[in-house]
């Protein structure tokens, strides 16, 4: 696939996603989220290397994702909409989405055989010698990247991300920028246009997690902390678990003092800002597009009903799966999902609460002969990671066997070759078939309507199109 500009990585959930799902409109498997040949073969030796050694080099490497200060004004966040809209095949499509990322969304994205544009990017900008703990800090050091972003583009909001729990090594040589268009970019409005005919649908991703913020501007915060393994509460009052994490990691406090949040906002990675709602009204409308708004709760309301969607649609095609591919972040191929006739359930992270979660829909469906598992490393042991024993116990619901797929158990969670062996693992499985023909526009709302009340997830129409 193509390079992308400067000012986006690569290795994050929306570039990874949108990567992952645009192979698959292509017929093509998603194989590797750095896209680089020489990065994914030096990784079986890294992953050898001692754990310390380790860690230092997946943060060096992660370094190479971010710009330098001096090259944040220049940041073209229309080049950047252009890349992203660019991966995909120009053809007609019955509909698109647009918003939110979300790992679960792929997989009915795919099934549909539609793309999908993200609101989300993240700016990565090289920050040498940064201190993931001094949260402070950190906010003052990243007014003036803020304010450079701002100025480069009047259509975003800026969400500076500072998380010590999930990001510590990235953090240790970079700062977070997470870019929200809350005007649509000419080229994602041009690629819709030549995509879309008058009474296509156009869905609206809209997670609705918030997160307490700084506010810095209008348009931008700094949010301390993520959705994940660790509750906020824990990010700013602390807790036994955080003093327990920063003991291990020799750091001397009892728990993060983190500027004070005085605003509630979109969650930074995953939230929807509906400031982008007013151009697509008006452009559905002028194009006679049926515009459908999708509201789910938090990012993993949508996993256990893409699971059911997909189960249902297997069923009446007479084909009923009792395979289960359990995904992680960004490790996932909804190509190879399909061609298995696996049902696809995707975890945020490899923490606790989305174990439980898994956990809770495996009670619900027990019948799965097999479970394939993916799992995603982040390269630290932080606050509400669930160890590999509770992923591989989760496994045992399977009634004939449960893998993890591309995963070495004694690295885990600083298994980094995961990032290219889970293909590998992936393409030894079978048995294959013939892709299905795509699911319609009708079973897809009307599975998510029957299925959505019970997962926090509602459909509402902003614009009815032709007729």
């Not at 209008?218 to 602390?238: L, N």
């Not at 795509?438 to 079973?443: L, R, V």
């Amino acid at each position: 696939m193509s390079q992308p500009p400067q000012g986006i990585a690569r290795f994050d959930s929306a570039a990874g996603m949108v990567q992952a799902l645009a192979l698959a409109l292509r017929g093509r498997p998603y194989t590797s989220p750095s896209e680089s040949p020489l990065l994914d073969s030096l990784m079986p030796a890294i992953n050898r290397l001692p754990c310390k050694l380790r860690e230092q080099v997946y943060a060096f490497g992660g370094m190479t994702e971010g710009i330098g200060p001096s090259q944040v004004a220049r940041v073209d966040v229309e080049a950047i909409a252009e890349w992203m809209a660019g991966l995909y095949p120009q053809r007609r499509y019955p509909a698109a989405f647009i918003g939110s990322s979300n790992g679960a969304l792929m997989h009915l994205a795919a099934a549909m055989g539609v793309p999908w544009l993200p609101q989300t990017f993240l700016c990565p900008v090289r920050a040498l010698g940064n201190d993931p703990d001094d949260a402070r800090r950190a906010l003052e050091q990243g007014l003036p990247i803020v304010h450079a972003l701002l100025g480069a583009d009047a259509r975003i909001a800026v969400h500076h991300m500072h998380d010590p729990n999930q990001d510590r090594l990235m953090l240790q040589h970079m700062a977070y920028y997470r870019l929200k268009y809350r005007r649509l970019p000419l080229a994602y409005r041009e690629f819709l246009l030549r995509s879309l005919a008058p009474g296509a649908t156009l869905y609206v991703s809209a997670c609705n997690r918030q997160w307490p913020v700084t506010r810095t501007s209008s348009r931008s915060v700094f949010q301390f902390g993520a959705t994940g393994g660790a509750s906020e509460s824990e990010y700013f009052e602390g807790s036994p678990r955080v003093r327990q994490y920063l003991s291990r990691y020799g750091i001397a406090r009892p728990r993060w003092d983190p500027p004070p949040a005085d605003d509630m906002a979109p969650e930074a990675e995953w939230g929807f800002d509906p400031a982008l709602l007013d151009d697509l009204q008006e452009l559905a409308e002028a194009r006679q597009w049926r515009l459908i708004r999708i509201d789910h709760a938090e990012p993993e309301s949508l996993s256990a009903l893409t699971a059911d969607t997909y189960a249902d649609w297997y069923a009446e095609q007479g084909e009923p799966s009792r395979r289960l591919l359990v995904d992680s972040f960004l490790l996932s191929d909804p190509l190879t999902t399909l061609r298995l006739r696996a049902i696809p359930y995707w975890s945020l992270f490899g923490v606790e609460p989305s174990a439980r979660l898994l956990e809770q829909y495996l009670q619900r469906h027990p019948g799965f002969e097999e479970i394939d598992m993916l799992l995603f490393s982040h390269g630290t042991e932080g606050v509400g990671l669930a160890p590999i024993e509770r992923w591989q116990q989760l496994l045992g619901w399977a009634r004939v066997e449960g893998r993890l797929v591309g995963v070495d158990p004694s690295r885990y969670p600083r298994d980094f070759a995961t990032f290219t062996r889970f293909a590998e693992d992936l393409a030894r499985l079978g048995p294959r078939w013939d892709l299905p023909e795509p699911m319609s526009i009708a079973f897809f709302e009307e599975a998510l309507q029957r299925h959505g009340a019970n997962a926090d997830v509602a459909l509402s129409r902003l614009q009815d199109g032709l007729g």
